[in-house]
């Protein structure tokens, strides 16, 4: 699905990410993990549109989108949440999860000035798609909530569900688990597999590796900007490389 070939990204004289090779199958939960600093972000902004690669090549079903801007990414079929909260706040579940439709929305000012019927008639399929979503994922009786009233790991996943809306092929996360304590990171983890079981394909990074360990069928280990490491969670888990930069000794079999 997605091909990342010996990507790099400098900022002037620092090298954040060094000729990075990913290579992400339909279907699967692809994990990145490393310790702080290591490039995952950087890595996952180069992906998403928000830095442009300084060396390599990205393409997303055959297609190149190297360098490409982040809404050029999301019209692609890639998704993405970010590791701080971005949800409107003051608006309801509903309102933030039509933003993800906005791409969609084929009327245009005329359209929306004169309540023309085509206009009333998206408008009208658009709720109807949101409804749908948000009972999909367990949200719907809270859909005329403020944001900011839902509970700390319902924002976590309201935010997962509006990049969903987007229509994406490809959900990028980043630290979604961040913050949740360990009832709101499971309840995540199950999210997360019927998302994936319904045929969206995953990639994340995460701090939470126990996490990490239990819901990925692939792990890539980043270290100071270089893929380390890269299988199953046991394979990456007994690897002597990951063990000294990350994992520590008591991930040892």
């Known amino acids: 699905m997605l091909y990342a070939e010996e990507v790099s990204v400098r900022f002037g004289g620092l090298t954040a990410v060094d000729r990075v090779s990913l290579h992400i199958v339909p279907d699967e939960i692809h994990a990145i993990i490393g310790p702080n600093g290591a490039g995952k972000s950087t890595f996952f902004n180069a992906i998403s549109g928000i830095n442009k690669p300084s060396e390599g090549k990205i393409t997303f079903q055959g297609k190149d ?13 890639i998704g993405r949440t970010f590791q701080n909260i971005k949800l409107f706040g003051s608006m309801t579940v509903m309102e933030n999860v039509l933003c993800g439709y906005h791409q969609h929305v084929k009327s245009g000012l005329v359209h929306d000035l004169f309540g023309l019927p085509s206009q009333m008639r998206e408008e009208a399929e658009l709720l109807e798609r949101c409804k749908e979503l948000l009972a999909r994922v367990e949200l719907y009786d809270k859909r005329m909530m403020k944001a900011n009233n839902l509970p700390y790991g319902e924002q976590r996943k309201l935010e997962i569900v509006r990049a969903m809306a987007t229509g994406p092929k490809l959900l990028m996360l980043d630290e979604p688990a961040a913050g949740m304590n360990p009832s709101e990171t499971e309840e995540l983890k199950q999210f997360i597999r019927k998302i994936n079981a319904e045929g969206l394909t995953i990639l994340l990074i995460e701090h939470d590796v126990k996490m990490v360990m239990s819901l990925a069928d692939t792990i890539t280990v980043l270290d100071h900007g270089s893929k380390i490491a890269e299988g199953s969670a046991d394979e990456v888990k007994n690897d002597e490389k990951v063990i000294e930069a990350y994992l520590g000794k008591s991930y040892r079999r």
């Open 65 to 77: 989108i190297t360098g490409l801007k982040q809404h050029q990414v999301a019209q692609m079929g």
